[in-house]
């Protein structure tokens, strides 16, 4: 078994015995060679430096973490991690649910430093990948335009769009990773390669949807955006006990709305919602709003709809404070996910499990629309067709049984749904438990992406628990 693959497997490893007792004088060369800071366990910052957005994962114990501030920095990261046989991941925002951009007794590439974001005049954006959400979607409208992407201002673009990326106006304009034209990325070898559709196609391919950290670092992406639009939100709040009517008016409404048209639904114990953007006149929102009150039969008990601009419109769906330079608060929770791939025979069998435990939320993103205009394999995307995702919310503070015990609630609602979610699930809300979790995640397409892993990354450099690096097939048995 390979060093590499040996540390996956025990977990944590005491600080003593980090990256296998390399003498100091080894990092001291890594450190000469970069341009950004090095820290190391015992190093002033160390503790801050380490940390990703969950605090579960504190515990953890990088080897080093490099605050890699130009590509030569991430090149220099990759050649030692690779000739050491040392584990490394990558971190943009680190926002991963099972906290694998934190990794024991390897090396973190923070990348937060590489956040420039630029817009050239054809409307093309060219963005660092430690750039996150807030700050892309804020220098993009001041220069009149939108990348379509998610809400939650602290996210960062990498993991986001090299998962996919679902936000509220792709039914409008499709995923994000439908708008990436090009990627620099420095691949296990330490080279630096430019890849569009033109020049590495099949890497390019995989970018696009087939998960981070899956076949290199990348540094700077291209996006092709759209022009910036007001934008009419809306939210309606129905009476508890309304969830199956909701469910069931929703599964047949939002399939015939217009591609202008997104929502999402927050289900829960105490939580029957809706809410959306609609790219068109506020008059016409209302009546197909009406026409959705009329399918569940019971008025909602609050709510409303406006017209915001962009900006404004995206901060509704943010739960995080948008106030100029506020600071996000770190969270505890974990997540998981199921696509739906069919409107349900018994909504009201699904509420039941997705409500039985009061403290799982469930938030179901609409699909359809310019999603489902791209063809399956045409991206490593393999949902489609889906009418929706559905993710699944958890507390994993200590008095809600910590992040084993949300997992166990989570596994209840994920495990229990019926053959109408079968074996899918979405790359970005990666669960270490999900069942079957490269088909579940890359479906069709999973053959393709381990070719390329394969070319990119033979010996594994890059390898995680849930990666398609062939190194880790030893962690992967029984959940392939």
């Known amino acids: 078994m390979k060093r590499r693959t040996f540390l996956r497997i025990s977990g944590a490893v005491p600080v003593a015995g980090l990256a296998g007792g390399l003498p100091g004088d080894e990092w001291d060369r890594l450190r000469r060679k970069l341009a950004g800071p090095l820290f190391r366990p ?14 579960m994962y504190d515990h953890r114990m990088p080897a080093a973490v490099v605050g890699a501030t130009r590509v030569e920095d991430v090149q220099a990261a990759v050649t030692f991690a690779a000739r050491h046989d040392l584990p490394i991941a990558a971190r943009s925002g680190g926002h991963s649910y099972p906290g694998y951009s934190t990794v024991d007794a390897g090396i973190v590439v923070d990348l937060s430093r590489f956040s420039g974001v630029g817009v050239r005049p054809d409307g093309r954006a060219v963005i660092g990948v430690g750039a996150l959400l ?13 990348l ?8 960062g673009i990498a993991g986001l769009a090299l998962g996919g990326g679902v936000g509220v106006l792709d039914r409008k304009y499709g995923l994000t990773c439908d708008h990436l034209e090009a990627a620099r990325i420095v691949t296990a070898d330490a080279r630096v390669r430019t890849v569009s ?18 076949f290199g670092i990348v540094t700077e992406f291209t996006f092709a955006t759209v022009p910036i639009a007001d934008v009419a939100t809306f939210e309606l709040h129905f009476p508890v006990g309304t969830q199956t009517a909701l469910l069931a008016a929703w599964q047949e409404w939002q399939p015939a709305m217009p591609d202008e048209l997104w929502s999402g639904m927050g289900l829960a114990a105490g939580e029957a919602s809706l809410s959306g953007t609609f790219l068109g006149p506020e008059s016409r929102l209302k009546e197909l709003l009406d026409d959705l009150i009329r399918r569940v039969g ?12 962009h900006l404004s419109a995206m901060r509704t769906f ?27 025979g018994d909504p009201g069998a699904v509420v039941d499990v997705l409500t039985r435990d009061p403290r799982v939320r469930t938030i179901v993103d609409s699909g359809g629309g310019a999603i489902a205009r791209v063809g399956v394999r045409e991206t490593p995307f393999p949902h489609r067709k889906a009418l929706a995702s559905l993710q699944f919310l958890h507390g994993a503070e200590p008095e809600n049984g910590g992040e084993a015990g949300a997992r166990r609630s989570l ?44 070319k ?10 849930q990666g398609l690096s062939p190194l880790d097939s030893t962690v992967h048995k029984g959940s392939s």
């Open 134 to 146: 807030g700050p892309i979607a804020t220098t993009l409208a001041a220069a009149g335009r939108v």
């Open 318 to 344: 943010d739960d995080h404070d948008a106030r100029p330079g506020a600071v996000a608060a770190r969270a505890a929770y974990v997540g998981t996910s199921r696509m739906l791939t069919r409107p349900l």
């Open 298 to 309: 019971t008025p909602p008990a609050g709510g409303g709809q406006r017209v915001l601009d």
């Open 197 to 214: 559709a033109t020049s590495e196609p099949d890497l390019f391919w995989a970018l696009r949807g087939g998960g981070g950290g899956n």
């Open 456 to 465: 990119y990354d033979p010996r594994g450099i890059f390898a995680f628990p």
């Open 42 to 55: 015992g190093d002033p910052g160390y503790p801050e430096a380490k940390q990703g957005f969950f605090t």
């Open 411 to 454: 596994a209840a609602v994920r495990d229990g749904l019926g053959p109408e979610f079968g074996t899918t699930g979405y790359a970005n809300y990666l669960d270490p438990e999900m069942p079957d979790w490269p088909v579940a995640y890359y479906g069709v397409n999973l053959p393709r992406l381990r070719a390329v892993a394969r």
């Open 148 to 155: 379509p992407a998610g809400s939650c201002d602290t996210v």
